[in-house]
Each structure stands twice: as C-alpha cells, then as structure tokens.
C-alpha cells in the first residue's frame, strides 16, 4: 500500500493504514511526502522518538522522507495496536524512517520507483496537478483510490478513461463535501468550518477498484414524452435535468448532468460522449447550452 502525497504525521490515510495493517492483511505500508509542501514535519515533536536512518530527526522539517511499515504488532501490551506501537516499532527499527535523496515529488525517480513496487495507492493528490497523477497511475497500471475535485471529470484527460470504464466514482462523500485541515492562511468563514476543518465542496473519489456501489441498478419510474425530454438543436439525444428524471421507457440517446456519474451502473448505461453535439459545440436546445452534460444510452439486457 502506498501513500505518496502524505507526511505520515499529518496524514490520516497513513494512520488508518497503520492501525488497520494487520485487519486488513497488508504486506508494506509507505507513505512518502514532498519537501514543498507546508506541512512536511509539521509534528517535529514527535520526530524525535524515532530512530532515523540517514539523517538526524531535526532534518526532517527540512527534507522530505517516506516511512516503510512491514510489521505493526501489540509491543506495549495494551491489548490494541494503534500509532503507539507503530511509534515504538519505528523506535526499535522494525519499521524504517528514510529520508529521500529527492525532494519527494511523486514524478521523482524514486517516487516512481516506490510506485512500481505498490499493488494498491490510496491518498489525496495535488488538485492542480490532478491529470498527471492520474496519467502516471495509468502509465503503471495502478490500483487506486484517490481523492478528487468534481470538475476533473470534465477533463480531457480524465473523462475518456471513464467512459473507456477505466476509471470510475468511489462512494463518495455526503453532498460532494470533504472537510480538510488545510496548513494555509485560512479565509474561510465561519460557517465553512467543522471541528477546526475547511470545507471544500464538489469532492469525490475516483477509483478503479470494483465496489457494490457500481452495480446498483438506478430505479426508474417517468415516461418519455416529447415536450418533457427536448432533442438537443445539434445532437440526436434527448435532454434529461435530473438523474432522476431518466425515462424508463427511452433507448436511445440522452444527455445527463454529470452527477449521473455518481449513480453509473456499467451494465445498465453506456456513456456514449461527452458535452459536445455533432458540431463541437456545446450541447444546446433552442440555442441555449444547459451546463455539462453527460451523453448516455440504455443498454438492453
């Protein structure tokens, strides 16, 4: 398992990975971070337990560094395994803390040399830099679960991968929204805080692990009727406004917002295009161009 875009001590991914390493039967646990990031060895006070191969702990809020777990076992006899003994294994050097000769960049060599070794990434990359970390998991065909801004589906990059079924939605968060610690200057008010969190709408996962989620049939219940599902002026399909509007008794082509992703079952829609009509141009009815739409079929069973 690898995180590459997390300083162990600030990363939740890392903690949930290490207190659950033996439930959920995990070899190697690595979590690497980049040098450029604000919060690389933002917890030096807990640095100093650990035994640090390479350098003194008081470099590492200068040098980013990556953490290998092989083993987490109960070594303070507490009857639990948690950060503690994970803190004690690194201590005993069971487990290992490096620091990296690069400035852990996730392109870096030995960023990518970690990457060939993993069977499975988990973690929160760089929104902005979004469609090279995916470009790069593809490259070495990667299992992933990673976290992403919604607008990324509206990628050129990125949306041909899910409508090829290589890449697809997780279970999502509540309403799109992820609350995240953020080590910036906060110009958050206060109603877009939780528990010392930034709120940040129109978050998902995207993933190319199977999961239940993705084969739940989307009930239907409206018929089709002309004036309700209007063809587009440049594509033969019809506009539907809501998921939830899709007519259960249409085969043909029909364009949905892209929150349809959310509820895609592959084996009840083929998506067909994306946002553009037979004139590349945006899909438009009356000469009015609804927001992104998503271009779908029924398939027949």
């Known amino acids: 398992m690898l995180c590459n875009c997390d300083d162990p001590f600030e990363s939740n991914f890392f903690k949930y990975f290490a207190m659950n390493f033996n439930y959920l039967g995990l070899k190697k646990l690595i979590a690497t971070c980049y040098s450029g990031s604000p919060v690389v060895g933002g917890e030096f006070d807990q640095l100093s337990l650990f035994s640090v191969h390479g350098a003194a702990a008081e470099t590492l809020s200068r040098y980013p560094y990556k953490i290998e777990i092989t083993e987490v076992r109960d070594l303070n006899g507490d009857g639990a395994v948690d950060l503690v003994d994970v803190q004690f294994l690194i201590r005993t050097g069971k487990n290992v803390l490096t620091l990296l000769q690069g400035n852990g960049d996730f392109r870096s060599d030995e960023c990518i040399a970690l990457l060939k070794e993993a069977d499975i990434v988990v973690t929160n990359p760089p929104f902005s830099l979004f469609r090279e970390y995916v470009a790069q998991l593809m490259k070495y065909e990667k299992k992933f679960l990673i976290i992403g801004n919604?607008?990324?589906?509206?990628?050129?990059?990125?949306?041909?991968?899910?409508?090829?079924?290589?890449?697809?939605?997780?279970?999502?968060?509540?309403?799109?929204?992820?609350?995240?610690?953020?080590?910036?200057?906060?110009?958050?008010?206060?109603?877009?805080?939780?528990?010392?969190?930034?709120?940040?709408?129109?978050?998902?996962?995207?993933?190319?692990?199977?999961?239940?989620?993705?084969?739940?049939?989307l009930e239907l219940y409206k018929k089709y009727t002309p004036e309700e599902y209007?063809?587009?002026?440049?594509?033969?399909?019809?506009?539907?406004?809501?998921?939830?509007?899709?007519?259960?008794?249409?085969?043909?082509?029909?364009?949905?917002?892209?929150?349809?992703?959310?509820?895609?079952?592959?084996?009840?829609?083929?998506?067909?295009?994306?946002?553009?009509?037979?004139?590349?141009?945006?899909?438009?009815?009356?000469?009015?161009?609804?927001?992104?739409?998503?271009?779908?079929?029924?398939i027949l069973l």
Request: net charge neutral; proline share 5%; aromatic share 14%.
């Open 150 to 217: 919604q607008n990324a589906i509206t990628y050129k990059e990125i949306f041909p991968l899910i409508k090829e079924n290589k890449v697809w939605l997780g279970y999502g968060f509540k309403g799109n929204v992820a609350f995240f610690k953020s080590p910036y200057e906060d110009y958050a008010v206060s109603s877009q805080h939780k528990a010392g969190l930034i709120r940040v709408s129109g978050v998902m996962w995207y993933t190319n692990l199977d999961h239940k989620k993705r084969h739940e049939k």
């Open 230 to 298: 209007p063809k587009y002026d440049n594509y033969d399909a019809i506009n539907v406004d809501k998921t939830t509007d899709i007519p259960e008794d249409y085969f043909d082509a029909m364009g949905v917002p892209i929150t349809f992703l959310d509820k895609h079952d592959p084996d009840q829609f083929e998506i067909v295009k994306f946002r553009k009509g037979d004139d590349e141009k945006d899909l438009c009815i009356n000469g009015k161009c609804p927001y992104f739409r998503i271009i779908i079929r029924r």
